[in-house]
């Protein structure tokens, strides 16, 4: 799922306060406890059966094995520190 350029600039913006990062690292942190990852995966599957997934996605079930690699644009200039130049 891609962002679009309003989005990364909200997300961008919202990582900028110390409320929104301390959040999401406590939101990390709970989906990262194994403790909780019956009772997440759990919750997708009743979202799949349920077919309360948005369209078009389609959820991934990783096995041991396999890695996957992701990247990012460059958000911001190093000339003029403005988003998407």
Avoid: W
């Amino acid at each position: 799922m891609d962002m679009n350029k309003g989005e990364l600039k909200t997300f961008a913006k919202a990582m900028e306060t110390e409320e929104f990062r301390d959040m999401l690292g406590d939101y990390v942190n709970e989906i990262s406890d194994p403790k909780h990852k019956p009772e997440m995966q759990e919750y997708l599957r009743q979202m799949e059966r349920q077919g309360d997934l948005p369209a078009g996605t389609k959820l991934i079930r990783p096995r041991p094995g396999y890695c996957i690699k992701t990247t990012i644009k460059k958000m911001v200039s190093e000339k003029t520190k403005s988003f998407f130049d």
